[in-house]
């Protein structure tokens, strides 16, 4: 067979891919429960994100199957075994404002295109569907058939893909187009759980304080920071309190509102989203709150609520306040995030997402989360744990991939790990692969996601040439 030039190939199909992409980009596929049924599990958003991949699969004259609304194949080659290509359909919410564009309208503007899943994981999933369409149309000798398999709710636990593993058989090896280049092949492990309160009331205890949080909100998912916060206020010296907030706002370098109706104060803080596995990048606009809520005369449930974020979860991204710090040279730090806080005078819950290197002690790290909590009144719920994932550096679907990856960019190939978590640790030999580029900004769950239209030919030829070496194995 003749050279190919991969990347002349994905480049002649520039505007096909960006075309689909678009149409998928424009689907606001984010989970919702109010709209889930047996035939979109997660919400029908979402299940017409899963159509239209499958839809268009099929135009290309690919098999196609739905896997009970939980996930989708997309199948080129005929063998026993396969190789697997894993991507995602659902998105993060995206945050009400601050986007310079429509985040569900996709939009161009010079080198880069803007929608919230640019990066994640829309526009790596639909990259390695082009480059199956590259070796499908060249008619390229395949040992092994290749099935892309798109997911509908990694964002939110993966019961997407364990429930395609509970139908189908694990591919014989395979990649996650849903992290960054070159390889990743360890990932670290995860502890969510929540800390709540009991359900009874402490309205009375509450009542006595000069000034009672009514409720306060922020944050969508665990594993975002979150960007904004409201706290309600009632009592005494609301308008003092205004000016106090306005005041911290500006010795914080933060931005900030507040409404005085009289009888009720409303202050809202904005910080900075970022993913969850790197809250030490991110501005946590519900604990930078809290923080200015401890300045306050509080009582009750009200500050156990507020003493226990400011004193534990503050500017506390690696868990060092707590005890529960760990480092180690392969995966680096344990983080911990706050993502979601609901409070009222009725009820509290905060979830913490926890990311795991080697060597942690997920049984220690639990019981001093759990006494912590508890010497607040608090108490964990809901405590879930992940392994870690980690392929050795010498398989050889690696060193193919490794191989694959320096034919196309000439760049050195090496080995990564992440504190995020891909639908890699759901295989048995899997890895995250792309499509950020090293030294290039990751805007995953950020405010004005994009990926760069080279970047998105570029990921597209290592996926072709990387799956038509797999084939070969």
Not at 46 to 51: F, H, M, N, S
Not at 177 to 191: C, M, R, T, Y
Request: proline share 5%; with cysteine.
């Amino acid at each position: 067979m003749k050279q190919i030039d991969w990347i002349q190939e994905a480049q002649q199909r520039k505007d096909d891919l960006l075309k689909d992409l678009t149409g998928l980009l424009n689907i606001p596929s984010v989970k919702d429960p109010q709209s889930q049924s047996a035939e979109h599990p997660m919400g029908i958003e979402i299940g017409k994100a899963l159509d239209y991949v499958l839809s268009t699969g099929k135009e290309n004259q690919f098999k196609t199957e739905n896997i009970d609304g939980y996930a989708g194949y997309i199948e080129h080659g005929d063998s026993e075994d396969y190789i697997g290509v894993l991507a995602h359909l659902d998105v993060v919410p995206a945050p009400p404002s601050g986007w310079n564009t429509p985040p569900f309208e996709a939009t161009i503007v010079e080198d880069k295109l803007f929608a919230r899943g640019a990066i994640d994981d829309k526009g790596p999933g639909i990259a390695a569907f082009y480059a199956l369409k590259i070796l499908k149309q060249l008619g390229v000798p395949m040992k092994r058939r290749v099935r892309l398999i798109f997911g509908t709710d990694e964002e939110s636990g993966m019961s997407c893909i364990k429930h395609y593993f509970t139908k189908e058989k694990q591919p014989v090896f395979g990649f996650s187009p849903d992290a960054s280049f070159p390889i990743i092949h360890a990932e670290k492990g995860h502890i969510n759980m929540q800390i709540v309160n009991s359900a009874e009331s402490h309205e009375e205890a509450n009542a006595k304080a000069a000034v009672r949080i009514t409720q306060f909100h922020s944050g969508e998912r665990s594993n975002m920071v979150p960007g904004q916060a409201i706290v309600h206020l009632q009592g005494e010296n609301l308008s003092s309190i205004s000016t106090s907030f306005k005041t911290y706002c500006e010795t914080q370098r933060l931005k900030g509102t507040s409404t005085d109706d009289q009888e009720e104060l409303i202050l809202t803080l904005y910080g900075k989203t970022v993913h969850g596995m790197e809250p030490q990048n991110g501005v946590n606009a519900a604990l930078e709150l809290i923080h200015f809520l401890a300045t306050l005369p509080l009582s009750g449930t009200d500050q156990s609520f507020v003493d226990y974020c400011n004193t534990y979860l503050y500017k506390n991204p690696f868990g060092k306040a707590l005890g529960i710090d760990h480092n180690e040279p392969t995966l680096g730090s344990l983080t911990m995030n706050a993502g979601i806080f609901h409070y009222t005078q009725h009820r509290l819950e905060i979830s913490l997402n926890l990311r795991c290197p080697l060597h942690t002690d997920y049984k220690k790290t639990i019981e001093i989360l759990t006494r912590t909590a508890e010497s607040y009144g608090l108490k964990t719920d809901d405590v879930r744990e992940l392994n870690i994932h980690h392929v050795s550096p010498d398989h050889p679907m690696i060193k193919t991939m490794q191989q694959a990856y320096h034919d196309i960019t000439g760049d050195t190939p090496t080995l990564l790990t992440t504190g995020g978590g891909t639908y890699a640790r759901l295989m048995d030999n899997g890895v995250a692969f792309g499509a950020s580029f090293p030294g290039k900004e990751m805007t995953a769950h950020q405010i004005n996601e994009y990926i760069k239209i080279d970047d998105l030919i570029l990921a597209t030829a290592i996926y072709a040439k990387t799956l038509y070496e797999l084939c070969q194995v």
